[in-house]
């Protein structure tokens, strides 16, 4: 078949085996990397802000670094439980490869900011066991072979037969009706038609993450985030902004209502979000604070049965189209208090098609709308916000008396499933792009042969099926953690990683393509510009890794520990020498 024998041989097995000591030796420098700057800006025990700025680099690299190697694992510890799924071995050991690779390189370069030993970092890359198993690991470098010989354009994802059957479901939905229209929403900048949102609402699509007592598709005794990301994943390959952010919205909203609704918020609004009888809209950003959500301004003012708002919000998704927008609001004027004085609202409007809208009420409040022309994900349009003292009922806020001062926090617990979600969007834009790679290559003719003939083309193909294979997989293990209670730091981490790596498989996509690649007509360009937001939003890229997952990173660490550990590892290095 090629000249890689997909077969559980022992030669496979062994390399397999070996990846995760190799892994963590390669962890253990970021860990070093992490006790270093944590000395660094730590005073007394606590964070020192100024200092934490001027080590802005140094968290980043640790956070990229770290998502990296969380995604290898996830995809390592997928073909170890998967033992039957013979293609799964070679893909993962590949992506280890790669991934050791690529994080020591980067430690390497960056050894001095972030206090590492860069004649022993690049003593690892050189190390006989380390090189050696690279070398051995490269050789799978043509793994995208099966997929030209096969057609299968995916590896097992042990996905149980009822999610198989969803998946399967929302594929056919995202071939059939999403992707007809995909390329006319995008070129023309058009509504998310009917077409779409009623087949796609009568699937369920909008109630996956709502428990089945409220009309949605989430067991009432246990969550599935796997299902949600499952299907969002499918609608984001059909098209990004045609149907991949279509759960994004109420699976945000749900989360809120449920972490703080009142019974009678939930009994309300929950039903309408699960059937699409009422779409959402989530409005956090402001002009003045971007991914800063305890910096937000807009002024809830209280009033004679309710509250008035006024201010300016951003980059609102879908708001000209939802009949509910969630808006986070100030409603403590003292500003010092930040994410403490802020409350959620539940803020109802018409539907306005289009790109503009403006909302008059009787008693002379005013709420408008202006969508902000965009790159790529167009259909569900974002817009700049505008409240003039405009009303909303007492209970209208989110936990009302009870939740006031607790918007943050709702909305955190929104997030955190959001962020999830946007790397299954990034997975699914990942597999339209190989999908279009693969065809392409396939059928396009350079020099006597066809693009997929060409070693370099093999070998690019197959680097792009490792990392949507490591994304999706690491997506599921995220997905387990969070429906347990855990898996806020690996929600951070997968949206980083897969974000990133969205960018580059389109990126790469497009390149094979060569000057069609560019052409408007090739679906390929619209992955291009759709991949590029997603390291913008749901949490911009550099704050997320800086602020986020750095930071936390930084409070997991237990400093005395981690010495008294270095301690014992010199002691022996010591006595072996």
Not at 29 to 47: C, F, N, P
Not at 169 to 190: G, L, M, N, S, Y
Not at 295 to 304: F, G, I, M, S
Request: glycine share 8%; hydrophobic share 40%; charged share 25%.
């Amino acid at each position: 078949m090629t000249k890689i024998e997909f077969q559980n041989g022992p030669s496979v097995d062994h390399l397999l085996s070996r990846a995760s000591p190799l892994l963590d030796r390669v962890e253990h420098q970021v860990q070093i990397a992490v006790h270093v700057t944590k000395d660094s800006v730590y005073r007394d025990g606590k964070l020192d802000e100024q200092l934490f700025d001027q080590f802005q680099n140094s968290c980043y690299v640790i956070a990229v670094a770290k998502a990296e190697l969380e995604a290898a694992k996830s995809l390592l510890l997928h073909a170890q439980s998967h033992p039957d799924a013979v293609l799964l071995k070679p893909c993962a050991t590949y992506f280890c490869s790669q991934t050791i690779k690529t994080v020591l390189s980067t430690l390497a370069n960056e050894a001095i900011a972030l206090g590492l030993d860069r004649k022993a970092l690049l003593a690892l890359l050189a190390d006989d066991e380390i090189d050696s198993w690279l070398t051995l690991a490269s050789a799978y470098e043509d793994l995208a072979s099966y997929c030209l010989e096969s057609g299968n354009s995916r590896l097992e994802s042990g996905l149980s037969e009822e999610q198989e059957l969803v998946r399967s479901t929302f594929q056919r939905f995202a071939d059939e009706v999403v992707a007809p229209r995909a390329e006319e929403i995008h070129r023309q900048d058009q509504d998310i038609p009917e077409e779409i949102i009623k087949p796609a609402a009568e699937l369920g699509c909008f109630g996956t993450c709502i428990p089945e007592r409220f009309g949605g598709l989430q067991p009432d005794d246990r969550p599935d985030s796997l299902g949600m990301i499952i299907v969002t994943e499918e609608l984001s390959r059909g098209s990004l902004g045609a149907a991949g952010s279509l759960i994004t919205r109420p699976e945000i909203a749900a989360r809120a209502l449920l972490a703080g609704g009142t019974e009678a918020q939930q009994t309300k609004w929950l039903p309408q979000l699960a059937t699409g009888e009422k779409l959402c809209a989530i409005s956090i950003t402001e002009p003045n604070t971007g991914s800063d959500v305890a910096a937000v301004a807009l002024r809830a003012t209280a009033c004679e049965g309710g509250w008035r708002l006024n201010g300016s919000k951003t980059w609102c998704t879908f708001a000209g189209r939802s009949e509910l927008v969630v808006v986070l609001a100030r409603t403590d004027s003292d500003a010092t208090l930040g994410h403490k004085g802020l409350s959620l609202f539940l803020v109802e409007k018409p539907v306005y098609p289009g790109h503009e809208f403006e909302h008059k009420q009787p008693e002379g409040g005013a709420f408008s709308g202006k969508s902000i022309a965009t790159l790529g994900y167009r259909g569900m349009h974002s817009y700049q916000l505008f409240f003039d003292d405009y009303f909303v009922a007492d209970d209208c806020l989110i936990g009302e008396e009870e939740g006031e001062g607790k918007g943050f926090y709702y909305t955190m617990a929104g997030f955190a499933g959001g962020r999830l979600q946007t790397a299954a969007r990034a997975t699914g834009v990942m597999q339209a792009a190989f999908e279009a790679a693969l065809s392409y290559a396939t059928d396009r003719k350079i020099f006597d042969k066809t693009l997929a003939e060409f070693q370099l083309t093999q070998t690019k193909l197959t680097r792009m099926l490792a990392t949507i294979t490591a994304s999706r997989q690491f997506s599921h293990t995220v997905a387990k953690l969070m429906d347990q209670g855990a898996g806020q730091m690996e929600a951070s981490l997968v949206k980083l990683f897969s974000c990133r790596a969205a960018e580059w498989v389109a990126r790469e996509a497009m390149q094979i393509h060569g000057g069609m690649g560019y052409a408007e007509e090739s679906a390929v360009s619209r992955y291009f510009v759709d991949a590029r937001v997603l390291s913008i939003f749901e949490g911009a890229e550099e704050v997320l890794a800086i602020r986020v997952i750095a930071r936390g990173l930084m409070e997991q660490h237990d400093s005395n520990s981690f010495r008294s550990e270095q301690q014992e590892l010199t002691a022996v290095n010591n006595k072996l020498s």
